[in-house]
Structure formats: C-alpha cells, structure tokens
T-cell receptor, first 112, second 114 residues
Framework: GNSVTQMEGPVTLSEEAFLTINCTYT??????LFWYVQYPGEGLQLLLK?????DKGSNKGFEATYRKETTSFHLEKGSVQVSDSAVYFC???????????FGTGTRLQVTL | EPEVTQTPSHQVTQMGQEVILRCVPI?????FYWYRQILGQKVEFLVS????????KSEIFDDQFSVERPDGSNFTLKIRSTKLEDSAMYFC????????????FGPGTRLTVT
C-alpha cells in the first residue's frame, strides 16, 4: 500500500535560517506528491505539488523536487520567516483515486 | 475566498454516545471527504462522497460510521457508538472534481471520547 514518512518535529529555527523537512514515500504506480500547510486554527492548505518525476513544485519561497530514484519529496526554503510557523504535511495520491495519503506532519516553529 | 467550515471545533462525548460532526463544503464543490488524525499519528482517509453516495472508503470506516448530505449545504459524519479510540481530529474536505482537483480542507473538529 501507499505510505508517507516525514521527519519528526518540532523543528525550531531562527528567522532567515534554511529549512529542510524530509519526506519519503512508498507507492504503487506513479504518485502525485503534495505538501500541505496548516496554520493555527485553520484547515490544511495546499502549499505545492508535483505530478511526475523531476518536477519541482514551488510556492511562497518553498520548493520540493519529486525524486523518483530516492522516492523523496523534501520541502526546502532558503530563508524562513516567523509567519512560516505551522504544521507541514507531506502527502501523495495515486492514479485516479481521490484519497490522499498523508504523513504525520512536522511542526515548524520560527523564532526571531 | 470560499472556505470549508466545520462545527463544532471541539466535541466532548462519553463512550457509547452518538456524535454528529458537521461540515459546510465550498458551495460549487461536488466531492466531499472525511479524514482523521489521532494525536501523534498520520492523517488518515476515511471516506469520499459524490452524487449522494460513498465513492470510496477505508477499512477504518466501518458500520459505526456513516455520512450524509442532508441538504444542499451540509455534509455530516456520524459515529453511532463512540469508542475511546475514536478520539481524534476530524477534517472535512471538498473538491470541484475528483483527481486531480485540489481538495480544500476545513479547520477540523477535535473529538474527545471519555
């Protein structure tokens, strides 16, 4: 079956630090890969996605590259801000199925 | 911007009681979903719903669970006889279409079973 493994949090960084949140997956077929973000008190929001190998998803300074050879989709940002503090979820979807398979989420705390 | 809303934000219930979690999806969306996250664990898919019927469900979604779209705006998840292990955050989501349409999530309802 499908599964997603994320690095455990919380991750605490100072503002302007470099961020990496690791995500690896196991899937049948060729999945689409997603990063969702959940800010306090809000729902999960799609941050970025990639639908095929070597695609790079990007949004709001965040990037992730679909690496089929390492089955990974690590989230990166060059310079985090306090407003990036949230929980980040890696997820995948395969074929025409609509259900998403998520990781456990990684809490990011950015301090001044 | 349209958003998915969920009520209540927190529900406390006693074991064996029935609970109904409510969601108002985005108005022009046709596909609806429930997910849950037990504390410290992964977000898990429960069920998807389209055209007034379940289109897909997980093994978690047993006979204790049911979903309904009682009117044109609400989408509900009912748990008939709650167990301690049903304590979790429940997320509702909706999308315009099936894959690859984006799913929009609500803020969640925290269910605590005592």
């Amino acid at each position: 079956g499908n599964s997603v493994t994320q690095m455990e949090g919380p991750v605490t960084l100072s503002e302007e630090a470099f961020l990496t949140i690791n995500c690896t997956y196991t899937a049948t077929g060729y999945p689409s890969l997603f990063w969702y973000v959940q800010y306090p008190g809000e729902g999960l929001q799609l941050l970025l996605k990639a639908t095929k190998a070597d695609d790079k998803g990007s949004n709001k300074g965040f990037e992730a590259t679909y690496r089929k050879e390492t089955t990974s989709f690590h989230l990166e940002k060059g310079s985090v801000q306090v407003s990036d503090s949230a929980v980040y979820f890696c997820a995948l979807r395969t074929g025409t199925a609509s259900k998403l398979t998520f990781g456990t989420g990684t809490r990011l705390q950015v301090t001044l | 911007e349209p958003e998915v809303t969920q009520t209540p934000s927190h529900q406390v219930t006693q074991m064996g009681q029935e609970v109904i979690l409510r969601c108002v999806p985005i108005s022009n969306h046709l596909y609806f979903y429930w997910y849950r996250q037990i504390l410290g664990q992964k977000v898990e898919f429960l069920v998807s719903f389209y055209n007034n019927e379940i289109s897909e469900k997980s093994e978690i979604f047993d006979d204790q669970f049911s979903v309904e779209r009682p009117d044109g705006s609400n989408f509900t998840l009912k748990i008939r006889s709650t167990k301690l292990e049903d304590s979790a955050m429940y997320f509702c989501a909706s999308s315009e279409g099936s894959s690859p349409w984006e799913q929009y999530f609500g803020p969640g309802t925290r269910l605590t079973v005592t």
